[in-house]
């Protein structure tokens, strides 16, 4: 057979042509287009966003300034029809008479011993406990988990009474342990981290600890903290705003001789004619604290979250 006779494939791509481009992407050899890669393309924001945010900033601000014209006014004032909408000369007069009639500075102690220690022990517990149901494997695992879950929908008005008589029989009425111990970690807490490190954790990290020799204690502390550092500062955070706000529990154990910021409060109102503004600038005192920490640690949690939202 000679070589005249055999078929020529006209379809076949011409290797020695030059390759094609377009100005939409590459092509391959044979003229196939390749898409280009739109690898850091950024999405900017439209005016109805800006609007939008605008908005929910404003009411989100709206109260606090409200309480601060409130605190800057006499009690007059306060009550007219409409109600001023510009602070007064009286701020810094009604804070110190708030700050006297309220025992703040007591009360304020109190309560920053109160919300940090179960903010830390919160955090702590939870982690512990959120890293046991995420990733150990133990007999009755779901069942506990179940039950810690559960423990979220009794209200718990309905553990007032006994939880009280507990405290007395431990003497502990009237004292900063009884609001305290009672709270030392959160069913919501334990199901946060649980749902965090069952994510950001992977389970091969966990098992090269275990090759290595590490006991359980030993991964958690230099595998499992780093990797929940953003969610336990969230947590830290959330725990402790709580904890300084709560009233109910510590108004029934405390009494006005050792409150915290929450029950001094009430001392502002007992009066038989409420003053307004006194009562603005007792809550403006009680706000100032948390409103000083999420200055000082809100870029840190914001840039926490961000680095825990980055897996590789």
């Given at each position: ?6 078929p ?5 791509p ?10 939409g ?6 003229g196939r287009?390749?898409?280009?890669p739109r690898?850091g393309?950024q ?12 908005i ?17 006014t ?16 009286n ?6 008479r ?5 025992a ?19 955090v ?5 406990a ?5 990733k ?9 988990l ?32 009884a ?6 970690v959160?069913?919501v807490g334990v ?10 954790l ?27 550092r953003?969610?336990?500062?969230v ?9 300084w706000n709560d ?21 502002l109102?007992?009066g038989?004619?409420?003053?307004q ?6 809550a403006?005192?009680?706000?100032l ?24």
């Amino acid at each position: 057979m000679t070589t005249d006779s055999l078929p020529v494939r006209t379809d076949a791509p011409d290797r020695t042509a030059p390759k094609k481009t377009s100005p939409g992407g590459r092509r391959t050899r044979d003229g196939r287009r390749l898409l280009a890669p739109r690898a850091g393309r950024q999405h900017h924001a439209g005016p109805l966003a800006y609007v939008l945010l605008g908005i929910t900033a404003l009411l989100s601000i709206f109260p606090l300034y409200w309480t601060m014209v409130a605190a800057s006014t006499d009690n007059t004032r306060v009550s007219q029809t409409p109600p001023p909408f510009l602070p007064g000369p009286n701020l810094f007069s009604n804070l110190a008479r708030a700050w006297d009639e309220a025992a703040m500075g007591k009360a304020m102690v109190n309560s920053l011993i109160v919300a940090g220690v179960i903010a830390l022990s919160t955090v702590m517990f939870a982690t512990l406990a959120g890293f046991a149901f995420a990733k150990l494997r133990f007999k009755g695992r779901n069942v506990l988990l179940m039950l810690v879950i559960g423990t979220m929908m009794v209200p718990p008005q309905l553990g007032v009474v006994p939880l009280f008589m507990m405290m007395s029989e431990l003497g502990w009425a009237q004292e900063l342990p009884a609001v305290i111990f009672p709270t030392l970690v959160s069913a919501v807490g334990v199901f946060f981290m649980r749902q965090y490190l069952s994510e950001a954790l992977p389970d091969e990290l966990v098992e090269a600890g275990r090759v290595d020799g590490a006991h359980s204690l030993r991964i958690f502390w230099s595998i499992v903290l780093p990797v929940a550092r953003p969610a336990m500062a969230v947590l830290f955070m959330i725990t402790f705003v709580h904890a300084w706000n709560d009233f109910f529990w510590p108004f029934v154990v405390l009494d006005m001789t050792n409150p915290t910021v929450p029950v001094a409060l009430t001392q502002l109102s007992a009066g038989y004619v409420r003053d307004q503004s006194l009562i603005m600038a007792g809550a403006l005192l009680g706000t100032l604290p948390l409103l000083a920490m999420f200055v000082v640690f809100g870029r840190q949690i914001v840039s926490g979250i961000m680095a825990g939202a980055v897996k590789g």
